[in-house]
């Protein structure tokens, strides 16, 4: 087993999951590569990376709405790095749920990726974490504090993380942090929103631009890596999305 910090970033084959895995690859850390369904872009992210420092970046794929699926990704971890740094709770699934119309599956989907699997599988890690004296980091989002017109299950599940994020800090202390960052408008949801839309949430944006998944990756990087006293905080890294102006 490898001397260097080991990270676990979940749904990290894409988007700002494959950011935050490239960004504390460079930080130093060996990285496990976590995917559902998306096999093919999780290998080729790990390929580039194993050029860049060979056999430093590993896959695997786990359904995180299944105990199953967690109890198989903590043994994984266990059986390629024993102790962990670093557990970044990012994979998440995101479509409208409107009031009237809802289903318990779609509530069962969206709390189980959302909130019900980070939970579990920072509680199957707790061994590894705490002998690492590890870092605990959930990607929230701006939603968790100012609900989505048409997404409340979605918004209820991610507000629920916000709160696990404190309250596990203060359960997890002093042996390992737990701290969120919290995305504004970074990247597009895949069933992009209407040009109109877009402009009415950039106007709502202090910056007045898209942010990028770097400035994610960066913040999950400092609190992770070097910021030793802090926990329990939630980073809102939105351009001033949050100040609802």
């Not at 309250?167 to 929103?193: F, Q, Y």
Request: charged share 20%.
């Amino acid at each position: 087993m490898s001397s260097r910090k080991t990270a676990l970033v979940t749904g990290a084959a894409a988007r700002i999951g494959a950011a935050i895995s490239t960004t504390l690859h460079g930080r130093g850390c060996d990285v496990l590569i976590h995917y559902n369904s998306n096999g093919e872009a999780a290998q080729k992210l790990a390929d580039q990376l194993n050029r860049q420092r060979d056999q430093s970046v590993f896959t695997v794929q786990a359904d995180l709405s299944q105990p199953a699926g967690i109890e198989t990704l903590a043994e994984h971890v266990s059986d390629r790095f024993g102790n962990l740094d670093v557990l970044v709770n990012n994979a998440s699934r995101f479509y409208p749920t409107k009031v009237g119309e809802t289903q318990a599956w779609q509530w069962d989907d969206l709390l189980d990726s959302n909130l019900r699997g980070p939970y579990f599988l920072v509680q199957a890690l707790l061994g590894q974490l705490g002998t690492a004296g590890g870092s605990v980091i959930n990607i929230l989002d701006v939603y968790a504090e100012r609900p989505l017109r048409e997404h409340p299950v979605y918004c209820i599940a991610k507000a629920g993380l916000a709160m696990m994020t404190r309250s596990l800090a203060k359960e997890l202390g002093p042996s390992i942090r737990v701290n969120g960052v919290s995305p504004g408008a970074i990247l597009w949801p895949e069933a992009e929103p209407g040009s109109a839309e877009k402009q009415a949430i950039l106007q709502r944006t202090a910056l007045g631009r898209l942010g990028d998944p770097q400035d994610i990756a960066s913040a999950v990087a400092y609190l992770a890596l070097d910021a030793p006293y802090v926990t329990g905080q939630i980073l809102a890294v939105d351009g001033g999305r949050s100040l609802n102006i």
